[in-house]
C-alpha cells in the first residue's frame, strides 16, 4: 500500500557472561539479537478491539453562519429563495413539509477488554456523544456497546458489550513500575486498517501536556496514529500499564512523540466509572500555585517543592482542618507532593470521606493536620492562580518599592481600579517595566496584601516590612498580591 511504511522489529543487545577481572581471558563482545514480541503479540491480540461510534444528529434546523439576507427586489433573490425552500430553510410549503434530514458522522478508535462478562476501556474522545457504539474483534465478531460511564478530565469511558461465551480480557499492570527505557508494545486501529501492533520504549514518564487538571502521561516513542486512541499499551508481561490518548505531531501521524494515560492513574477511574456509572473523587477546596526557587527562598522551603494554598473555599474541607493562605502543602495522605501539579492528582485519586493526614511547611516550620475529604462538585474547576488584565496606569503614588509605587486605598482609587468592597491591601498605582515585579506579572490596579506573610495596610507597613527581611538575610520578599476582585496569589520578588 503506497504511503505505509514498514517497520523493522527492536533489537536490544544481549549481554554474554563477563570474566572475572584478572582471569587473564579476554572479553567477550556484546551479541546483537532480535527479540520476537510474536508471542505476547498473539496472547494479548484477542482482548484488544476496534470501536465505531456513530452519531445521527437532526440537520433541518441547522443554522449555517454568514448566509445573505436577501430581499426579494435583490438581484438573484428569487434564485436564493428557492434554493433555501428546497432545503427547508426558506419557510415556504416545501420546506416546511420537508421531513428531517439527518447527518451522520462516524469516528474510529481503539479499545481493550478488561473483565470477561464485556467490560471494555476506551477514550472518552472516541465515542464522543455517539448514539451508536459497535466494538469490533480481531476474529471479526461485532457486539453493540453501552456506555456505563465516562470521564472528561481523564479522557476514559467504560462500555459494556454481550456475549453468549466469556470474552478474552487482559488485565491491568503497575505504570508505577515502568522505568524510562523499558520496552513496551502498542496495539490499535491506526487509520482504520484493522489490529496493529507497534513497539518502541517509555521515553518520559509524568508528561503534563495540558490536556486536563491530572496530566501525568507516559511518552513512548512505539507508533501511535490516528485510530490508535483508546488502545492499550503493554509491557512485556502482557500487562496495560497505559491507555493511548494523545500524539505531538506536525503532520497527524506517529513522529515517535505518543502519550498514553498511566495506569497508576486509569484503574482508579475505572474503578469508579464501573461501580458508580461517575467519578468521585476527593475535594480539599483549595486554589494553589506553583513554588519557583524565589518562593521557596522566601518561604524558608530551602528546595522548591510543594504546592502552595493562594486560596481557601469558605465552605471546603481545607478551613475547618486550619490550612491556611501561605501554607506549603508538601505531603498528603503519605504521599510527597513534590510539585503543584501533583496535589490534584493525589485528592482526586483519596477516598472521599476519608480523614487524611497533610503535612504543610508554615513560615519555615512542618505542622501536621488532618483533613476530612470532600467531593469534588462538577462544577469545581482545579486551577492554579492566575492573573487578570487591570486599568491603565494612575498618577504616582505616595511610596516606591520593589519597582512599585503604592497607595493607601481611597475612594479614588476604589473607583478608578473597580476594586470590591472588602478587599484589603495597598494599591499598586505604577509597575516599573524594568523590574523583577512587572517580570512577575505584578500589574497595575492590583494589591499588596501581605509582605513575608504578613498583613499591610499602609505604603509604610510594606516599606517596614521590606526592611526587615532585609535584615534578616533574605534576597526575596514574597508578597500576597490580590486583583481587584479579592483573588489573591503569592509572588516572590527580588530585592536587589
Known amino acids: 500500500m503506497a504511503g505505509v511504511a514498514t517497520l523493522p522489529l527492536m533489537t536490544l543487545p544481549v549481554l554474554a557472561e563477563t570474566p572475572l577481572a584478572g582471569s587473564g581471558v579476554a572479553g567477550s563482545p556484546l551479541v546483537t539479537g532480535q527479540i520476537s514480541l510474536a508471542d505476547l503479540a498473539?496472547?494479548?491480540?484477542?482482548?484488544?478491539?476496534?470501536?465505531?461510534?456513530?452519531?445521527?444528529?437532526?440537520?433541518?434546523?441547522?443554522?449555517?453562519?454568514?448566509?445573505p439576507q436577501l430581499g426579494p427586489d435583490t438581484?438573484?433573490?428569487?434564485?436564493?429563495?428557492?434554493?433555501?425552500?428546497?432545503?427547508?430553510?426558506?419557510?415556504g410549503e416545501q420546506g416546511q413539509n420537508q421531513a428531517p434530514q439527518q447527518r451522520r458522522s462516524q469516528s474510529a478508535g481503539s479499545g481493550f477488554v478488561i473483565d470477561a462478562s464485556g467490560i471494555v476501556v476506551t477514550n472518552n474522545h472516541v465515542i464522543g456523544d455517539a448514539n451508536e457504539i459497535t466494538v469490533i474483534f480481531n476474529s471479526g465478531l461485532r457486539l453493540k456497546a453501552e456506555v456505563i460511564g465516562k470521564d472528561t478530565k481523564v479522557?476514559?469511558?467504560?462500555?459494556?458489550?454481550?456475549?453468549?461465551?466469556?470474552?478474552?480480557?487482559?488485565?491491568?499492570?503497575?505504570?508505577?513500575?515502568?522505568?524510562?527505557?523499558?520496552?513496551?508494545?502498542?496495539?490499535?486501529?491506526?487509520?482504520?486498517?484493522?489490529?496493529?501492533?507497534?513497539?518502541?520504549?517509555?521515553?518520559?514518564?509524568n508528561r503534563d501536556i495540558q490536556q486536563g487538571p491530572y496530566d501525568t502521561y507516559i511518552q513512548t516513542?512505539?507508533?501511535?496514529?490516528?485510530?490508535?486512541?483508546?488502545?492499550?499499551?503493554?509491557?512485556?508481561?502482557?500487562?496495560?500499564?497505559?491507555?493511548?490518548?494523545?500524539?505531538?505531531?506536525?503532520?497527524?501521524?506517529?513522529?515517535?512523540?505518543?502519550?498514553?494515560?498511566?495506569?497508576?492513574?486509569?484503574?482508579?477511574?475505572?474503578?469508579?466509572?464501573?461501580?458508580?456509572?461517575?467519578?468521585?473523587?476527593?475535594?480539599?477546596g483549595v486554589r494553589i500555585q506553583s513554588v519557583d526557587d524565589a518562593t521557596a527562598e522566601a518561604l524558608g522551603l530551602g528546595t522548591a517543592r510543594g504546592a502552595l494554598i493562594a486560596g481557601i473555599d469558605d465552605k471546603g474541607p481545607a478551613k475547618p482542618a486550619g490550612l491556611e493562605v501561605g501554607d506549603v502543602v508538601v505531603k498528603f495522605d503519605g504521599k510527597e507532593v513534590k510539585d503543584s501539579r501533583d496535589l490534584p492528582r493525589i485528592v482526586a485519586g483519596t477516598a472521599v470521606g476519608k480523614d487524611v493526614p497533610v503535612v504543610v511547611v508554615r513560615k519555615g516550620k512542618e505542622e501536621n493536620k488532618t483533613v476530612k475529604l470532600g467531593r469534588l462538585e462538577d462544577g469545581e474547576k482545579?486551577?492554579?492562580?492566575?492573573?487578570?488584565?487591570?486599568?491603565?496606569?494612575?498618577?504616582?503614588?505616595?511610596?516606591?518599592?520593589?519597582?512599585?509605587?503604592?497607595?493607601?486605598?481611597?475612594?479614588?482609587?476604589?473607583?478608578?481600579?473597580?476594586i470590591k468592597d472588602g478587599t484589603k491591601g495597598v494599591v499598586i498605582t505604577k509597575v516599573d517595566p524594568n523590574s523583577n515585579a512587572a517580570d512577575k506579572r505584578i500589574q497595575i490596579g492590583e494589591l499588596v496584601v501581605e509582605v513575608g506573610q504578613e498583613a499591610v495596610n499602609s505604603?509604610?507597613?510594606?516599606?517596614?516590612?521590606?526592611?526587615?527581611?532585609?535584615?534578616?538575610?533574605?534576597?526575596?520578599?514574597l508578597l500576597l498580591v490580590s486583583n481587584a476582585q479579592g483573588e489573591v496569589r503569592f509572588v516572590a520578588v527580588t530585592m536587589d
Open 42 to 67: 498473539e496472547r494479548v491480540m484477542p482482548a484488544v478491539v476496534n470501536i465505531s461510534a456513530v452519531t445521527t444528529s437532526d440537520t433541518r434546523n441547522r443554522t449555517l453562519p454568514n448566509l
Open 75 to 91: 438581484p438573484f433573490g428569487d434564485l436564493f429563495e428557492e434554493f433555501f425552500n428546497r432545503r427547508g430553510r426558506g419557510g
Open 155 to 205: 479522557d476514559l469511558a467504560v462500555l459494556r458489550v454481550k456475549h453468549d461465551k466469556p470474552l478474552e480480557f487482559v488485565k491491568f499492570g503497575d505504570s508505577d513500575k515502568m522505568r524510562i527505557g523499558d520496552p513496551v508494545m502498542a496495539i490499535g486501529n491506526p487509520f482504520g486498517l484493522g489490529g496493529s501492533v507497534s513497539s518502541g520504549i517509555v521515553s518520559a514518564r
Open 221 to 284: 516513542d512505539a507508533a501511535i496514529n490516528k485510530g490508535n486512541s483508546g488502545g492499550p499499551l503493554f509491557n512485556m508481561a502482557g500487562e496495560v500499564i497505559g491507555i493511548n490518548t494523545a500524539i505531538l505531531s506536525p503532520t497527524g501521524g506517529s513522529v515517535g512523540i505518543g502519550f498514553a494515560v498511566p495506569s497508576s492513574l486509569a484503574t482508579n477511574v475505572v474503578d469508579q466509572l464501573r461501580e458508580f456509572g461517575e467519578t468521585r473523587r476527593g475535594w480539599l
Open 382 to 418: 482545579v486551577q492554579t492562580a492566575s492573573n487578570r488584565p487591570t486599568p491603565e496606569p494612575a498618577k504616582p503614588a505616595v511610596t516606591s518599592a520593589l519597582g512599585l509605587e503604592l497607595s493607601a486605598q481611597s475612594d479614588d482609587l476604589k473607583k478608578r481600579y473597580s
Open 459 to 477: 505604603p509604610e507597613d510594606v516599606t517596614k516590612r521590606l526592611d526587615a527581611l532585609k535584615k534578616e538575610g533574605k534576597k526575596s520578599a
